[in-house]
């Protein structure tokens, strides 16, 4: 009998506590993407959790969910996860059912199949008490109804929450009532709701955005909600570091739902503001900032992204040490992504000697694109060539592994594995991380990060990667 159906939308839950756990993850979803009869169509972030039962002394676990589109068979597609798990160096026959795996792979849901067979069982069985899996499914379908308890995943994942929580302070306690984020509309207020926070011991982390929220961003407000009693998010379109009115107009916004997701993510206000709101007084009569205000970058702005958008980071450091003054966090979090920037914010906070700034890894699509807001922007065409960008970073990366140490030649392979793709590329080019320069780097490396910017279509992205340290991503 053919294990091809008509096109089904499937889910599955990734687990992974050995090894480079990030990796193991991300790859297993590129193999995935690469199975005939397989299309991958959103994937969560990777939530970090501690393991549930098993021996003890384990590592924690990533977990995410994934959505497919597949024409196989529930039984075919099992089939297909399990030769995944294989390949990353996981038999189940004869393992712990709880032990510790560089990959575990779980069908949730196949359609609207209801199957109870040998090995397969759909709905998944334990679905619905693993809070573990209900949270990255959450990201995605929040409003699915669970065919046990009757509740959609949101309502599901509350109860299991409260209940955890009744369970540790080892008394009964009411109905869990959610506390809602607190949203203020100035940076005056912001400002205020922080120093009382601090005023009471709380610890607060920061993570500063433009809005027009992705996995990426709901990543750093998860890390920072572990690392901190208190998260602060700020939404807010910085027109001082746009050197393109066009793409400043042109950039998404929507309040409204990044609260909605902030407030899931664990986020405990977040505020937004006008530029006059930020700089009271500071404007001239034509609206623009004063020229006392300006912060300089200092010389980590100097080439690339310096060099092609002249006055970009003077605005990122004028409004980010507006921002540190406002909330005046602990630490703040920023994506490896922009990676000149967070050498910007760092010259930065150790010019004022706070806050900790914490750079966290950059989160991709299935593609290996790394996620941004400008994404959105992208046709399905363009989306698929601008996967591009990551491929010649894994490239380059690929001959780092094998030896070589020449920028020169370096360089020249990014530009070569650039210029067979359909993307206009700005510069493509290899740095010193911690010693860095206004241009090309000559002679052999110690330390490498390649660099690239290019615009598909209409809209300009960046990307990078650390060549010299092992790091997770999609192949």
Known sequence: MSTRLAT??????????????????????????????????????????????????????????????????????????????RLAGRERQGQPRNGARRLDLDLLFHGDARLSEPGLELPHPRLEDRSFVLEPLCELEPERVLGRSGLCVRAQLSKLTSSASQTQAGTPAPAAVSTPIVRLDSPAAAAQWCRDARAAGRSVGFVPTMGALHVGHLELVRRSARENDLTVASVFVNPLQFNDPRDFARYPRDFDGDTALLSGAGASMVFTGTLEQFFPGGLTPEGRLAEALWLEPGP?????????????????????????DTVEPQRAYFGQKDFQQSLVVKDLARSRGRPEIVVCPTSREVSGLARSSRNQLLSAPERERAAALFAALCEARDAWLAGERGAEALDRLLAASLAESEVEVEYAEVRDPERWSATSCSGPLLRAVALVAARVGTTRLIDNLRLDEPIGGVR
């Open 300 to 324: 980590s702005a100097e080439g690339l992204e310096g060099k092609h958008r002249p006055g970009h980071f003077r605005g990122v450091a004028t409004i980010v040490g507006r921002l540190f």
């Open 8 to 85: 089904a939308k499937a889910v599955i839950a990734l687990g992974s506590n050995l090894g480079d756990r990030r990796a193991n993850l991300e790859t297993a979803l590129a193999r995935l993407a690469r199975e005939p009869g397989v299309r991958v169509l959103a994937a969560s972030s990777w939530h970090e959790t501690d393991p549930v039962g098993g021996p003890p002394g384990q590592a924690r676990y990533l977990n995410g969910v994934a959505q497919l589109e597949t024409e196989l068979s529930p039984r075919a597609l099992l089939t297909c996860l399990l030769q995944l798990e």
